[in-house]
């Protein structure tokens, strides 16, 4: 399966992956998981948000155990951050089915549409929308860098985009949903551990800082005479720097959008976007509030997501099965962290939600060096199979 996808969307010059929503590599993906599912004798269905669920069982007459993640990338990302979910959920089915294993309850596999945002800057797309946080007006009105909109595109894919909104019927169908996902950081590096479970979820949130001036000739325009917006921002910047070591959280300008983009010319528009999360809501909050007012920008939020503490019920159930699956001397270890994942937005809906991490030697995420051992990654289905089978028992 992973020799499968591993060329899709991927650029030959980096070794990145572009995977945006409902672009040609992304379409092939999804046609990759209906082959793997209808391989299974799986029941796929698309929901009316883009998301696909393959099911064994039906789940209409009982809430079923849902694994699964996304196949959908950040611009030049790794290989593993997503579809080593789905990947590792079809493995573990595949597992499950060698034991002669029946599922006392409907098993699902969740393929998330547009996790990570990268087309049109709102992370988490399919499962904001399917629990109903994310209006389903603005997001047909989002548009991406060509500017063309979600409604525009995903009539392009063959989708009604009238029809987004919260589906209480599919969420229904989930009873309780688990995560595999790639550590996008070192913690199982340090405790040792091929495999761990999530503890919680930073909160964390995206802004557009839109620093306005006048374009001009780059050479003509006396330095006394220029409004150059690239100045407040390049000081925004630094001081973003300096109010996230002081109040302890992560604060990052990573996409930059220069406006009229001309090299001899001084810009018109600055349009940046800010990441801030950490493990304290309201320094985020403060971060992001002073920031404001340093900037002198016209300044709008994209999205925010609250801290999300995983069910300790669930979580710790997780822990042990897979700690004894792996034949580890002790529970595997639970470790929170600073990225975004569906199963967050699930959690924060109401479903009893949880996550396993598989170990990352790089630390490395969002990046063509992530990367997981084959080793761990086996590991990762084991203990994986070995969660959904104690749950579907219960």
């Known amino acids: 399966m992973w020799g499968a996808i591993e060329r899709l969307g991927r650029d030959g010059r980096t070794g990145g992956y572009l995977r945006d929503a409902w672009s040609s590599a992304d379409l092939e993906l999804r046609e ?14 698309e929901d009316r948000n883009g998301n696909l669920w393959a099911w064994w069982g039906d789940p209409s007459g009982r809430p079923g155990v849902v694994t699964g993640s996304h196949l959908d990338s950040v611009r030049q990302g790794g290989a593993f951050d997503g579809p080593l979910g789905i ?103 340090h405790t040792g551990d091929p495999v761990g479970v999530a503890s919680a979820i930073w909160p964390h949130g995206r802004w557009r800082f839109d620093f306005h001036g006048q374009a001009n000739h780059a050479g003509t325009t006396r330095l006394a005479d220029r409004d150059d917006p690239t100045l407040p921002f390049a000081r925004t910047v630094l001081h973003a720097r300096e109010l996230a070591e002081r109040a302890g959280v992560v604060a990052t300008f990573g996409k ?55 069910d300790a019920v669930l979580r710790d159930r997780l822990a042990a099965v897979a700690g004894a699956a792996l034949a580890r001397p002790a529970a595997a270890p639970a470790l929170p962290t600073g990225a975004g994942h569906d199963a967050g937005i699930l959690a924060a809906a109401g479903v009893p939600s949880a996550m396993v991490f598989v170990r990352n030697p790089t630390g490395i995420s969002h990046s063509p060096e992530e990367h997981a ?22």
Do not use: K, Y
């Not at 930059?256 to 976007?273: E, K, T």
């Not at 992001?288 to 997501?305: D, K, N, R």
């Not at 051992?373 to 219960?394: F, P, Q, Y």
């Open 256 to 310: 930059l959008r220069v406006s009229p983009g001309n090299a001899n010319a001084v810009p018109g528009l600055v349009s940046a976007w800010l990441d801030a999360r950490g493990g304290d809501e309201g320094a985020v909050r403060a971060l992001v509030a002073e920031l404001t007012a340093f900037s002198g920008a016209e300044v709008s939020t994209e999205s925010w997501t609250p801290v999300v503490d995983f």
């Open 373 to 394: 051992e084959e080793s761990d990654c086996r590991l990762g289905v084991t203990a994986l199979a070995a969660v959904l089978e104690d749950l579907c028992r219960s």
């Open 32 to 45: 990759w998981f209906r082959q793997e599912a209808a391989r299974r004798g799986l029941d796929v269905r």
């Open 87 to 189: 990947v590792s959920a079809f493995a573990a089915l595949d597992v499950l089915a060698a034991r002669g294993f029946e599922p006392g309850r409907p098993l699902g596999i969740a393929c998330f549409t547009d996790e990570e945002g990268a087309r049109f800057g709102v992370p988490c797309m399919g499962s904001r929308l399917l629990t109903g946080v994310l209006d389903p007006d603005r997001a047909r009105g989002l548009t991406d860098d060509e500017g063309d909109s979600m409604a525009e595109v995903l009539r392009r894919a063959g989708r009604d985009p009238a029809v987004l909104g919260r589906d209480p019927e599919t969420l229904g169908h989930v009873g309780v949903f688990v995560e595999l996902h790639v550590e996008q950081g070192r913690e199982l590096v």
